[in-house]
């Protein structure tokens, strides 16, 4: 579709994506900072703020992921709806999977933590993390895509 055309759809359109996923990554990575202090202090045996840090870690890391799907989502419509582009044909694309299969990953564990298995708390953590790292590899080959 030409952006540009006339009766086109407004150009700004094709930047929702990006900025909607600046904003979730960015809210993830929030949502780590605040699970690394969890697990801080967890190691040092302190109970002071655990309770509220928790609810903030886990408001944070579920609005993050559920802002992650939507995101997703909006991805390979504006590359189909906005760009004329054919969907998952590039790297960023597919890190992009990568990253989301693992933000999901992570969120799994995260509730089966929330629900008392304290077994899989480094597995949480290595996903969680695991994602982030790919989600860096999508946002840098995203670059290319702009309009």
Same mark, same amino acid.
Do not use: C, N
């Given at each position: 579709?030409?952006?540009?055309?006339?009766?086109?759809?407004?150009?700004?359109?094709?930047?929702?994506?990006?900025?909607?996923?600046?904003?979730?990554?960015?809210?993830?990575?929030?949502?780590?900072?605040?699970?690394?202090?969890?697990? @801080?202090?967890?190691? !040092?045996?302190?109970?002071?703020?655990?309770?509220?840090?928790?609810?903030?870690?886990?408001? @944070? /890391?579920?609005?993050?992921? /559920?802002?992650?799907?939507?995101?997703?989502? !909006?991805?390979?419509?504006?590359? &189909?709806? =906005?760009?004329?582009?054919?969907? &998952?044909?590039? =790297?960023? /694309?597919?890190?992009?999977?990568? /990253?989301?299969?693992? &933000?999901?990953?992570?969120?799994?564990?995260?509730?089966?933590?929330?629900?008392?298995? @304290?077994?899989?708390?480094? !597995?949480?953590? @290595?996903?969680?993390?695991?994602?982030?790292?790919?989600?860096?590899?999508? &946002?840098?080959?995203?670059?290319?895509?702009?309009?």
């Amino acid at each position: 579709m030409d952006l540009a055309g006339e009766g086109a759809l407004p150009g700004w359109l094709a930047y929702v994506h990006p900025a909607w996923m600046i904003v979730a990554l960015g809210l993830a990575w929030l949502a780590l900072r605040s699970g690394l202090e969890l697990r @801080r202090l967890r190691r !040092l045996a302190r109970a002071d703020g655990l309770v509220a840090l928790r609810h903030r870690h886990l408001r @944070r /890391a579920k609005l993050a992921v /559920a802002l992650l799907v939507v995101g997703f989502a !909006l991805g390979p419509a504006s590359a &189909f709806w =906005l760009r004329d582009m054919a969907p &998952f044909r590039t =790297l960023h /694309a597919w890190l992009g999977v990568a /990253a989301l299969a693992l &933000f999901v990953a992570a969120a799994i564990q995260g509730h089966r933590l929330e629900q008392g298995e @304290r077994g899989v708390a480094a !597995l949480h953590a @290595r996903l969680a993390l695991a994602a982030l790292l790919v989600s860096a590899l999508a &946002f840098a080959t995203g670059f290319v895509l702009l309009p």
